[in-house]
């Protein structure tokens, strides 16, 4: 795991000082190694920072060149394939000089070019690709968008990197906000790609490459991605070819795929280990890597005191089942605030998943001691794992509801505020069954009452997932937003619901945020993650699966199966939790002047860009000091 950056310059005036200073930003990126590139004639300059994973040695320093001198390139990632790619490479008369998969990678754009290359690797990886000859410069990133890629014009400038902080460096640099970016922002809680915070700057997204040639454009000229895989093939690649198999066949050929793609995520030349919550998704990752290591893998988890949000109990039980060798930490509530003055630096750009606090402390607990961590993301989006999967499912019935009657019924529901239903619910509780008494009723009724006007699937999947789903009430400037999904695609019509917003979620939720946030969590301290359910071989059998093996029962079934294969039910079976923080505690709280501080009135007038009167309303009812604030269906 690496950081790259670099710069062409229209002009052809680039300096090695410049790039040095943008590749020095992302040290954290790349402690052990670093080095620049420079070409005066064609005005192109590379920068690298190395961690070190694969091949130890100076053999796998970046800027690496290729035999022949014809490309450089600058490489963030791993190549899971490598050494079979080498192997088929070596039949054909190459040599190879060193053991890194960057120089395999090189080896393998020379003989097949860019995109089949990108067709035949198997691994998360972004890299920059100069061809001497061509006078072309290649952007590229991984399918799932595991590793970040950002590219843009400043001025005469083609700038790229890694991290926006890189960007920034160079003198061109305007850092001009965009506006309609962070409208989308105050929608998502992300800002999703294209976009970036800044005008002019853009998100490579996933599964796709650019190139472009500096000298023979004009600055500015929008760039169009070309992608060398797409989800939306996947899905009706699944559909013309299903699996036919029984239910426990579809268990079995799961856990074997995984079993393997997780083998070759544990090849490092540095000590490895993995996050462990104690839920389905971690709990599958660490018990194959046990079945597949002789010695106990090593565990990381971090626990709260405060119940709610504490899973490092049920992560200690799987962990002692397994055997692994674990560490845990109890953080206090101070230890996790002091993390949030970091959160500017270490992501970039607006960034407001809360979990990227704990995900930023289990990465530092794991970096003590390992260099390389597998995490169970992606299990969710691929299996079915969300509530709003399920809500899918029933909302289709409800949409066959006219819509007057919708109408009255979220009239009905919004005519309270949630602790009001709440203390209703509180005082029926004795006449109601148990499977019934349902945690935060009034969220729960208010969320189900915006989802009534929708009239599609998509749109279903924007008021599920936004936070403010109308930014332009407060974000004059940042026009109307709509649900944001990579390109348009056509929704097969024997698909589910549920399987849409998988799919929704799969492009936009998990590269966006999921993805970032340990990204940059992890990065930040140096520690490399890898993520076996994303590999694009799990994707893709995922895709081929009924969705009756998927959503059936709590959902994830098929994956509850092969868990279950190597740990008791008992142990992992519960209410989903999620990684989270008491923020809501810690806003009425020791946060409150903070928080007052930076949505004061006067400030948000002066920096001018949201519109006051709705953002002190919505401070107001929702973090009072006497945490009988509340939500309303309007706000969403």
């Excluded at 490598?82 to 990678?105: A, H, P």
């Excluded at 599958?284 to 290591?293: G, I, P, R, Y």
């Excluded at 939790?577 to 004061?600: K, S, T, Y």
């Excluded at 002066?606 to 919505?618: A, F, S, T």
Aim: charged share 20%.
């Amino acid at each position: 795991m690496c950081g790259f950056t670099g710069y062409i310059s229209q002009q052809g005036n680039v300096d090695a000082a410049i790039c040095e200073k943008m590749a020095k930003s992302l040290q954290h990126r790349g402690p052990d190694d670093s080095g620049v590139w420079i070409d005066h004639q064609d005005g192109v300059a590379l920068g690298h920072r190395r961690l070190s994973i694969q091949d130890l040695s100076s053999l796998g320093r970046q800027p690496m060149l290729s035999s022949s001198g014809r490309f450089v390139i600058a490489f963030n990632g791993e190549i899971y394939n490598f050494l079979v790619l080498r192997k088929e490479l070596e039949g054909l008369g190459i040599r190879f000089y060193g053991n890194s998969d960057t120089e395999v990678l090189l080896a393998a754009i020379e003989i097949w070019g860019v995109e089949n290359s990108l067709k035949r690797l198997v691994g998360m990886f972004a890299f920059a690709l100069w061809d001497k000859k061509k006078k072309t410069l290649t952007l590229a990133r991984d399918r799932l968008g595991e590793k970040p890629l950002y590219y843009g014009w400043q001025n005469d400038n083609f700038l790229f990197g890694s991290e926006l902080k890189a960007l920034r460096q160079h003198p061109s640099f305007s850092g001009q906000l965009d506006l309609n970016a962070l409208g989308r922002y105050l929608q998502y809680n992300y800002v999703p790609a294209p976009k970036t915070i800044y005008a002019g700057v853009n998100k490579l997204v996933p599964g796709s490459y650019v190139q472009i040639a500096p000298l023979s454009v004009n600055p500015g000229s929008p760039l169009e991605p070309i992608a060398y895989w797409q989800l939306e093939q996947v899905i009706r690649s699944g559909i013309e070819n299903p699996f036919t198999g029984k239910d426990t066949e579809a268990v079995e050929g799961l856990n074997n795929l995984l079993l393997e793609t997780i083998r070759d995520k544990m090849i490092s030349d540095v000590p490895l280990g993995a996050f462990l919550s104690g839920g389905i998704d971690s709990s599958t990752v660490v018990a194959l890597m046990q079945a597949t290591s002789s010695r106990p893998v090593k565990t990381f988890t971090i626990g709260f005191n405060e119940g709610t949000y504490n899973e490092a109990a049920h992560a200690l039980r799987v962990a002692r089942y397994l055997g692994t060798d674990h560490t845990e930490l109890y953080v206090s509530a101070e230890q996790a605030m002091d993390v949030i003055p970091r959160l500017p630096h270490i992501y970039d750009e607006p960034f407001a998943d809360s979990s990227q606090i704990p995900s930023y402390l289990v990465a530092e607990l794991a970096k003590k001691n390992v260099t390389v961590a597998l995490s169970g993301d992606g299990g969710d989006e691929l299996f079915g794992g969300y509530n709003r999967h399920f809500l899918a499912q029933k909302w289709r019935k409800v949409s066959h509801i006219p819509p007057l009657a919708r109408k009255v019924v979220r009239s009905i529901l919004c005519g309270a505020a949630p602790k009001t239903w709440d203390s209703l619910f509180a005082i029926a509780a004795p006449i109601i069954p148990k499977k019934y008494r349902l945690n935060m009723l009034g969220d729960r009724l208010h969320k189900f009452a915006s989802i009534l006007p929708c009239s599609n699937t998509e749109e279903l999947y924007s008021v599920l997932t936004s936070f403010w789903l109308h930014p332009e009430d407060i974000c004059p400037g940042c026009g109307k937003t709509h649900v944001n999904y990579t390109g348009q695609y056509t929704w097969p019509m024997n698909k589910e619901p549920a399987e849409e917003m998988m799919f929704l979620d799969t492009i936009n939720y998990l590269p966006d945020d999921i993805l970032v946030k340990m990204d940059r969590a992890a990065m930040g301290v140096s520690l490399e993650t890898r993520i076996p359910f994303l590999d694009h071989r799990v994707v893709e059998y995922a895709w081929q699966l009924p969705h009756t093996v998927k959503l059936y029962g709590a959902g994830k079934w098929v994956l509850r199966q092969v868990l279950h294969k190597y740990v008791p039910q008992e142990l992992v079976e519960r209410p989903k939790m999620g990684f989270g923080v008491p923020i809501d505690r810690w806003l009425r709280g020791p946060l409150r002047d903070w928080a007052e501080e930076l949505l004061a009135e006067s400030r948000i007038r002066r920096e001018g860009n949201l519109n006051p009167i709705p953002v002190r309303k919505k401070w107001k009812n929702t973090f009072r000091v006497d945490g009988t604030g509340s939500t309303t269906c309007g706000a969403f």
